[in-house]
């Protein structure tokens, strides 16, 4: 059920929902080697959060600590050679250095 490799899906550190005032009001974006490649809202999403939540309780249990990924606005492709990521939202913002050498 997932796109699964080493190195997939690096996370930041959390934040606590009820420090969210909206979650599906959320700004977000993406930079590589400091060049702005995605930049969206959760309000962009086709289903709000707590009806993703809903339909994938449906066929999974659920539990704390379990995530659900969604599809991502346009813009990342192949990532290549050393590559410094920075996914800032507007309650964080996480640096990640990858490679895929």
């Known amino acids: 059920m997932s796109k699964g490799f080493d190195g997939a899906a690096p996370l930041g550190r959390f934040i606590p929902v009820d ?10 974006r993406l930079e ?3 060049n702005v490649v995605q930049q969206g ?6 289903f709000s959060v707590d009806e993703i ?8 249990t659920l539990k704390t600590g379990d995530l659900i990924f969604t599809g991502t ?11 410094i ?3 800032t939202s507007e ?7 990858l490679s895929n050498n």
């Open 41 to 46: 809202n959760t309000s962009d999403m086709i």
């Open 91 to 97: 309650m964080s913002r996480s640096l990640m250095l």
């Open 53 to 60: 939540i809903a339909y994938v309780s449906g066929f999974f």
């Open 19 to 28: 420090s969210v005032r909206d979650v599906n009001n959320i700004g977000f």
């Open 73 to 83: 606005p346009s813009g990342v492709g192949p990532l290549k050679g050393m590559i």
């Open 85 to 87: 990521l920075l996914l």
């Open 32 to 34: 590589i080697n400091d």
